[in-house]
């Protein structure tokens, strides 16, 4: 018997998977309470896939915050789980908990900078996680990071403020400081909560542009909440609508009634 050269030539085909069949993100019945009386999430689910730009919109207290906070633990949910890529998050002990979060941007509706460190400092810092830390000031990072923190503020705009103090920056300056640290991390999810709110309408869009073409480049799996039904129309994919603490609606950005919404979602 001899075999063909290669021996490949009866091998079925390889089925090479378009999207991913896991999510990157599930969260599955996610419940919030705080305190007996009080429930802010009820048994929300919804799923990520990779590549996706979900925006959860929501009236103010409608629980975005909460839900996105509850998925990292940075809030420990009451009941249901959630897996972020390959881990249960709601099992996960600290180590593996940790693990995890590296893997995840956080951008915040407030920048939190470390407000004493340079600018340039504070997008190394995005580097921490995937690096193993140590690498907090510009001094210790080496030339290869410090050339990388600034390829990031290349990115959003800003490469000539990287020495300033990250405490004189104005507030579209630190959320772009904020993305360029999200950059710099180089995470495979990013969860943004309300990430221009802080800043004002023509800010805020120019700054939600920003931060959704670079995330696009780098296609991060995106969920962002925002009270602004424009920056949802424009930039997601996919629109979950909270009310209350519970899912009203998950759409197609193309089959969201914007119009009829009027602002239920939008204070
Ligand atoms: P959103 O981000 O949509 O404005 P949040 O998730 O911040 O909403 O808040 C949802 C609800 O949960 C609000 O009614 C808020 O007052 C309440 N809430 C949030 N955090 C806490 C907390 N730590 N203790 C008690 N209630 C809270
Ligand atoms: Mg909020």
């Avoid at 995890?100 to 407030?110: N, Y």
Wanted: charge should be positive; include cysteine; proline fraction near 5%.
């Amino acid at each position: 018997a001899h075999q063909p050269v290669g021996g490949a030539v009866d091998a079925p085909p390889t089925v090479i998977p378009l999207a991913s069949p896991t999510p990157v993100l599930a969260v599955d019945a996610l419940c919030k309470r705080f305190g007996p009386d009080l429930e802010v999430l009820s048994a929300v689910t919804l799923s990520v896939s990779r590549g996706e730009s979900v925006a959860v919109i929501g009236a103010n207290g409608s629980g975005k915050s909460t839900l996105l906070r509850c998925c990292v633990r940075l809030i420990e949910p009451s009941a249901g789980r959630v897996r972020i890529l390959d881990t249960d998050v709601t099992a996960a002990r600290r180590r593996v908990l940790r693990r995890v979060r590296q893997r995840v941007g956080f951008v915040f509706q407030r920048h939190n900078l470390v407000p004493r460190l340079s600018v340039l400092s504070n997008v190394i810092h995005g580097a921490m996680g995937r690096t193993g830390a140590l690498a907090w000031h510009q001094g210790a990072a080496s030339p290869a990071m410090r050339g990388e923190a600034m390829h990031c503020l290349e990115r959003v705009g800003l490469a000539e403020l990287a020495r300033r103090r990250a405490d004189q920056l104005s507030g579209g300056q630190s959320q772009r400081v904020a993305i360029a640290r999200a950059l710099m991390q180089r995470p495979e999810v990013v969860l943004a909560d309300e990430p221009v709110a802080s800043l004002d309408p023509s800010a805020g869009a120019e700054v939600m542009d920003l931060f959704a073409r670079l995330m696009r480049d780098e296609a991060v799996t995106v969920v962002f909440t925002t009270h602004n039904l424009e920056h949802a129309r424009q930039h997601a994919g996919r629109v979950v609508a909270l009310r209350g603490g519970r899912v009203s609606f998950d759409l197609e950005t193309a089959r969201v009634p914007f119009d009829a919404l009027g602002d239920l979602y939008a204070r």
